[in-house]
């Protein structure tokens, strides 16, 4: 089966992708196994882990920041 989608965000992909699954899945008196495949699939796992990997690098970041120079500022004032 070929299935042509619009242009969605990344993530509806992915919840897209397993309602189909289910929908034929669950067919009464198929048995067959749904494997999706080809570009969108691809760009969504792309794009979800990179939008993963920037949300972990920003709050890592952020957190760095904001404790160095906490962990700085208690250093000062401590030895003046």
Known sequence: MTFKLP?????EYAELNNKIKILIEEEPGLEV?????????LFQRTLVAAMNSMTTSYAMAFFYKYYDG???????????
Do not use: D, Q
């Not at 242009?7 to 993530?11: K, L, R, T």
């Open 33 to 41: 196994e749904v494997t999706v495949r080809g570009m969108v699939p």
């Open 70 to 80: 906490l962990i700085t500022w208690k250093c000062e004032n401590r030895f003046n």
């Open 7 to 11: 242009w969605m965000e990344a993530s």
